[in-house]
């Protein structure tokens, strides 16, 4: 287990210190209750891989035969967020940095094996003792012992689609930092499952307080093992395809080789269908396609039906003008763009996260919103709800007045990626970062572990690519070897490393990186 600094240890007394009328006491019992009532609920819902493209909200090319009403809604009674981004594209570093706040190099959870210390300050712990009822159910992923809940059902590691093991609080044992490996079985679909531990939470909560719910839904995680009455829904449709489901990688780096994230990589447990015999590249693209994408979104409609369910349920018991509905996924997800699947890379189908949020006393019903919103502004965005400063330690910024439609002057305008896990955990991801701004997007592969656990070493030659978005918003021309963007590129590179220094990441501490980019950063072709 990672061993948290003297000042990571004091950083819940130190920030979590809140005015006398926001922290519950006996001699402010009533100030409190008060308080408690004018504070709004959070209920933050989040697919696992879901993407904006499976939500018809957004408007995609599946949205012409595949609806999702019920996410919709809170998105036509809300806003909807365009630009929201992860900064590690990958579950459980997401869940990570949503949690603490901060990015992977803060918080330790860089890759897929780590572990979120249970010690480590987190928006639960920070909500509770600010007088919030807190509970999560459904996935967790971070291994050790939920922390800062005062109710939680989730399933050991990546849970089960059907019949789900799940663990109670007061179940895990006396141990917090022992990785669980089972729990007792709930029979049914898991997103089925989830649902109802939802209701439970909001029937057995103490109605004295205000209460913060996180609802993680294990779909649409790949093997998209859906509930069977989803079945026939897509009988007779051809499914609209991304117009660079071929993509044949000619302007990208050596790193395109390497995947193994393509239609034509998936395997018979992912599509359950014996794959025909003499297929092309290309045939084999189409042809995978069609099954993967009706049975992803077949997991979706699950998600959508069950998020119908909760917002009926705070309907009928007075609950949907003081709660904050949000619905979102881990990360972004690849639906067949650039023939691939999964997620991890830079690319804005992977990128972005989709974010929808319903809060009817600030937010005007049926906006938009295009600002740069991270992962890392989560957790300071609950605690502004709850009327908490930003503790110290977080790195994201509350978005509440973006929002409402305020949004501040010097918003970021700029945002920094990272992907730590090098070639490892499958799919065979080169390690990069880069930078996005409004128009371009400059990622640098720089291909190596780093000592990230679960990566690997394989020799790889660093490059770069570059991308003008508002040209190529598919991302499908390089254009870093174009000598007249050298200008831009080294002001992109200036702003990119203006960023890591921003967020603690300037490789100082890796021998082999600050070698790498002696010779790799400012070199050109």
């Known amino acids: 287990m990672k061993t948290l600094s003297m000042k990571s240890l004091a950083l819940l007394s130190i920030c979590a210190a809140v005015p006398a009328s926001s922290a519950c006491n006996l001699a402010g019992a009533k100030k409190c209750q008060k308080k408690n009532k004018e504070r709004p609920n959070i209920l933050f819902i989040m697919g696992d891989d879901l993407t904006s493209q499976a939500i018809s909200a957004y408007g995609g090319i599946l949205s012409s035969v595949f609806k999702t009403p019920n996410m919709d809604r809170v998105a036509a009674e809300g806003v909807k967020l365009n630009n ?3 900064t590690n594209s990958i579950s459980a570093p997401s869940r990570a940095t949503i949690m603490t706040g901060q990015y992977s190099q803060n918080n330790g959870v860089y890759t897929l094996a780590d572990e979120l210390d249970y010690r480590h300050p987190t928006v639960s712990k920070y909500m509770q003792k600010a007088g919030y009822y807190t509970g999560i159910v459904g996935k967790w992923h971070l291994k050790t012992e939920p922390q800062g809940f005062d109710y939680y059902c989730v399933f050991p590691g990546f849970g089960h689609y059907f019949d789900p093991e799940m663990i109670t609080k007061g179940e895990w044992g006396s141990d917090p930092s022992l990785h669980k490996k089972h729990g007792k079985v709930y029979k049914g679909h898991s997103t089925d499952v989830v649902e109802k531990k939802v209701e439970e939470f909001l029937d057995g909560r103490d109605k004295s307080k205000p209460f913060m719910l996180m609802c993680d839904f294990k779909a649409p995680h790949r093997n998209w093992e859906y509930a069977p009455r989803f ?4 009988d007779g449709i051809e499914m609209p395809e991304p117009d660079n489901l071929l993509d044949t990688y000619k302007t990208k780096g050596a790193y395109a080789n390497k995947l193994t ?22 045939e084999e693209r189409h042809w995978a396609y069609q ?3 009706k049975n992803y979104l077949r997991c979706v409609a699950g998600i959508d039906e069950n998020v119908g369910k909760i917002l009926k349920y705070l309907d009928d018991n007075n609950l949907t003008d003081n709660t904050i509905v949000i619905i979102t996924g881990d990360q972004g997800f690849f639906l067949g763009e650039h023939g691939f699947f999964d997620k991890r890379l830079m690319y804005e189908e992977s990128l972005k996260m989709p974010f929808l949020v319903r809060y009817p006393k ?26 908490l400063k930003r503790p110290i330690d977080m790195q994201g910024e509350s978005f509440r007045q973006n929002l409402a ?8 305008q700029s945002m920094y990626y990272r992907y730590w896990l090098n070639i490892g955990w499958g799919h065979d991801v080169t390690a990069h970062y880069g930078i996005r701004t409004k128009r371009y997007k400059l990622i640098y592969y720089y291909g190596l572990p780093l000592g990230m656990l679960g990566a690997k070493e394989s020799p790889y030659t660093p490059d770069w690519e570059l991308y003008d978005l508002k040209n190529d918003p598919e991302e499908m021309n390089n254009i870093y ?4 963007n050298d200008k831009l590129i080294k002001n992109l590179k200036e702003q990119l490393l203006q960023l890591k220094c921003k967020y603690n990441d300037m490789d100082l501490h890796y021998p082999q990186m600050v070698k790498l980019d002696k010779e790799y950063f400012w070199k050109k072709n």
């Open 261 to 282: 994230n393509k239609m034509e990589d998936f395997l018979y447990e992912d599509l359950r269908v014996k794959k025909p015999e003499g297929m092309t590249k290309a």
């Open 405 to 412: 439609g305020h949004t501040p002057s010097d918003w970021r």
């Open 481 to 484: 070897n174009d000598h007249k």
């Open 362 to 387: 600030e937010i005007k019903a049926g906006t938009e919103n295009s600002d740069f919103v991270l992962n890392i502004d989560f957790a300071p965005t609950f605690m502004d709800y709850a009327g």
């Open 84 to 86: 929201c981004f992860v």
């Open 231 to 234: 079945e026939h829904i897509f």
């Open 291 to 293: 099954i993967y994408i």
